[in-house]
């Protein structure tokens, strides 16, 4: 399934486990191997910081387009110190593609459906439309206070 | 008032053209009518039973004379030549193509208008007293906080997919004229015991299908700390307000279900681990907006004027006006004049091109140029002369503008209902005209005294039937309208919701049901100047049931 970020399409071949799972499979692994938990996105942040500081990716289920979930749980994350890949999955569209990387998230995964309705070019479009909002370390609060 | 630096004007700019695309990426086929419709939610847009309807946000309310002049435009060149003043500060328009609505956005952008997030399931325009920096009774003009919010949440990037949607009220003076417990999060300005000013927080108050009045979480918070504060608030409802049920989705069930103390640990909580980015922000901020809403420059003056009182004489018509449409101001010699957007037997609260005009002309010659829209629908020149009151009145009676019922019992609110709106399940507008024309003898409106009637024509509340004194609530009874009349509501500081009087009523026996209530009123009142609920709290419901059922029984007979 496509998988889009910043820049445009992308690969990532971090493999997916459970989070229970995680501490063994990171133990048996290989040079250059990578580990990552598919999480719903009502999972728990802090806790979810807590228990996979090991992970280099964090996928998080969006079951609808409009479930903003998973804004809060990636900025939690963020926030509490998770330094490796977030990634979207689910139906997120063009349109909240700068809201997503704003909250921290790197990578957003869609449907072949979706992805023919909306073509890359729509999604690096979004992402710029809007030049910058007023949170955030290059919001306009900030550019304020540097002026 | 705020006006944009290059920054908000060019966030304004930008969401307009973001937009146009909206629409053509909607014609192309690349987003589907439900991908689309929260964007366009987002952007004010609402589609009712005949037309487009756009929301306009008129931030915290306040509007200058070149702005309802371009509304004024809009109206002429896009709609039917009328505007509608909402409850919630907004002025909204019935009867737009979807092809006009980039343009639309472009005209209010050049005067530094928007219609961002007045609606949809993020944190809506926020409204505040509308009289603010007038008002005697204030502790701070609650403007400059409610711009700071405004800001902060305008596409704040995590909170623009709530569970739903989410409304901010601030108030800044002793009495509570935004009804700050009735929304999702109100603000009361405060001092502390040391002199200090901070902010009241309180979350999960309502109306809608299940009314609740807010509960405090902080009783004093530090003014800087507010933004932080919010977002711990609104991080706590973004992930566990309920999704699975749009009726349940508010943040006022998540507190209920919760309990108060439990919510506000959560909050307190997330409040703790938060990185306070906000304070920094919160102080500079503040202090810049400010100076945006310094008061305009007036000498006092003298007080009571002579000349009013000498025209108010001659003229029984300006008496009138004068007695009930005038409010304090707290620089002597000057008052708040408010504009009844509610002629008798008019939809309330909507407001013709050529009124538009007049007003922005009064604004411009009497008020610095400023208006307020209040959340009762009408229009307040917020600095005005006492001395130049009479000739005021005079081009009011010219534009039909005159009606001296503010606050009086024909100082109706009503929801669009079932005229306009696709979720009513009742008309509103008609019954609150039938209503004003039993009453229109001005007075007897003047015998009765305040009195509030708030009608909703479904049970979202729109029209706040929760809060009026006498509430009109209409649904749908196999086919027929039925309306459930309620009394004793009060939006103020002591926020009470009314309770109902009995079993619903024809619309047709509305009128008279209410007549007869006031009626009662007056007949048990211990003087003139005992307000409706003051009576209401003493006699209780019961003496006013049998004025209900007199009507119940009139109108099945000739039905």
């Known amino acids: 399934m496509p998988l889009l970020d910043a820049k445009g399409l992308t690969t990532d071949t971090t493999e997916l486990v459970a989070l229970d799972e995680l501490e063994t499979a990171r133990d048996g692994r290989g040079p250059g191997d990578r580990f990552g938990v598919t999480v719903p996105c009502d999972a728990d942040g802090e806790e979810l910081a807590r228990q996979a500081p090991g992970a280099e990716l964090i996928a998080i289920e969006v079951p609808k387009t409009g479930d903003g979930r998973v804004f809060s749980l990636a900025a939690t994350l963020r926030e509490r110190g998770f330094g490796g890949t977030i990634r979207?999955?689910?139906?997120?569209?063009?349109?909240?593609?700068?809201?997503?990387?704003?909250?921290?998230?790197?990578?957003?995964?869609?449907?072949?459906?979706?992805f023919a309705r909306q073509p890359l070019d729509q999604w690096l479009a979004a992402a710029e439309t809007i030049t910058r909002t007023y949170v955030g370390p290059d919001g306009i609060f900030a550019r304020r206070s540097a002026a | 008032m705020y006006r944009y630096d290059e920054f908000d004007e060019q966030i304004v700019r930008e969401r307009v053209e973001q937009f146009r695309g909206q629409v053509e990426r909607r014609l192309d086929g690349s987003l589907t009518e439900d991908e689309f419709k929260p964007l366009r939610l987002m952007n004010g847009l609402y589609l009712q039973l005949h037309a487009y309807m756009l929301r306009v946000a008129v931030p915290y309310g306040t509007l200058n004379s070149a702005q309802m002049r371009q509304l004024a435009l809009i109206a002429e060149r896009y709609d039917r030549g009328y505007g509608h003043f909402t409850t919630r500060q907004?002025?909204?328009?019935?009867?737009?193509?979807?092809?006009?609505?980039?343009?639309?956005?472009?005209?209010?952008?050049?005067?530094?208008?928007?219609?961002?997030?007045?609606?949809?399931?993020?944190?809506?325009?926020?409204?505040?007293?509308?009289?603010?920096?007038?008002?005697?009774?204030?502790?701070?003009?609650?403007?400059?906080?409610?711009?700071?919010?405004?800001?902060?949440?305008?596409l704040h990037p995590e909170f623009e997919y709530l569970p739903r949607k989410f409304k901010i009220a601030v108030t800044g003076a002793e009495e509570d004229r935004a009804a700050v417990s009735v929304h999702d999060i109100g603000i009361r300005i405060v001092r502390n015991e040391a002199g200090e000013v901070g902010y009241r927080i309180l979350v999960g108050g309502g109306l809608g299908r299940t009314p609740m009045v807010g509960k405090t979480v902080r009783d004093f918070l530090p003014r800087v700390e507010l933004l932080d504060y919010l977002q711990a608030i609104l991080r706590v409802y973004n992930r566990h307000g309920r999704r699975d049920n749009k009726y349940k989705a508010r943040i006022k069930i998540l507190v209920h279900e919760l309990g108060a103390a439990e919510f506000t640990a959560q909050v307190e909580e997330e409040y703790r681990q938060l990185e306070r980015d906000g304070i920094a922000v919160a102080e500079a901020e503040l202090a810049r907006i400010a100076q945006y809403f310094a008061p305009p420059p007036l000498d006092e003056r003298a007080e009571p004027s002579d000349l009013l009182a000498k025209a108010r004489e001659a003229d029984p018509a300006l008496e009138l006006f004068a007695r009930h449409n005038l409010v304090p101001h707290k620089v002597r010699g000057h008052t708040a004049l408010v504009l009844s957007v509610k002629p008798i037997g008019k939809p309330p609260g909507d407001a013709t091109a050529e009124q538009m005009r007049v007003l922005a002309d009064l604004a411009e010659q009497y008020s610095h140029g400023e208006m307020r829209i209040t959340h009762m629908q009408n229009v307040v020149l917020p600095h005005v002369r006492l001395d130049d009151v009479p000739a005021i009145h005079e081009r009011l009676l010219e534009a039909g503008l005159a009606e001296p019922n503010a606050a009086l019992i024909t100082d109706i609110i009503a929801c669009p209902g079932m005229d306009y709106c696709a979720l009513a399940t009742a008309r509103s507008i008609p019954i609150a005209e039938d209503i004003q024309r039993v009453f229109a003898d001005p007075a007897r409106q003047a015998e009765i005294g305040k009195l509030s009637i708030k009608i909703s024509g479904c049970i979202n509340a729109c029209g706040h039937h929760h809060v009026g004194n006498i509430g009109i609530l209409g649904?749908?009874?196999?086919?027929?309208?039925?309306?459930?009349?309620?009394?004793?509501?009060?939006?103020?500081?002591?926020?009470?919701?009314?309770?109902?009087?009995?079993?619903?009523?024809?619309?047709?026996?509305?009128?008279?049901?209410?007549?007869?209530?006031?009626?009662?009123?007056?007949?048990?009142?211990?003087?003139?100047?005992?307000?409706?609920?003051?009576?209401?709290?003493?006699?209780?419901?019961?003496?006013?049931?049998?004025?209900?059922?007199?009507?119940?029984?009139?109108?099945?007979?000739?039905?």
């Not at chain 2, 325009?125 to 920096?133: I, K, L, P, S, W």
């Not at chain 2, 079993?503 to 007949?523: F, H, K, R």
């Not at chain 2, 048990?524 to 100047?529: D, Q, S």
Request: aromatic share 6%.
């Open chain 1, 88 to 114: 979207a999955v689910g139906p997120l569209i063009p349109d909240q593609f700068a809201f997503a990387l704003s909250c921290g998230i790197d990578q957003v995964e869609i449907s072949e459906e979706q």
């Open chain 2, 90 to 154: 907004n002025l909204q328009y019935n009867w737009l193509k979807l092809v006009d609505v980039p343009d639309i956005l472009g005209l209010l952008a050049d005067v530094g208008m928007h219609a961002i997030q007045t609606s949809g399931n993020c944190i809506r325009n926020v409204t505040a007293d509308h009289f603010a920096g007038v008002a005697a009774d204030e502790i701070e003009d609650p403007r400059p906080t409610a711009e700071l919010i405004r800001q902060w949440s305008t």
């Open chain 2, 475 to 559: 649904l749908e009874r196999m086919g027929r309208e039925n309306y459930q009349i309620t009394l004793g509501g009060d939006p103020g500081n002591a926020t009470t919701l009314g309770e109902r009087l009995g079993p619903g009523i024809d619309a047709d026996a509305v009128p008279g049901a209410i007549e007869a209530i006031v009626d009662t009123y007056l007949e048990l009142r211990e003087g003139p100047e005992e307000q409706f609920l003051t009576t209401l709290a003493r006699v209780g419901h019961d003496p006013f049931k049998p004025a209900l059922e007199a009507k119940k029984e009139t109108a099945d007979a000739s039905a």
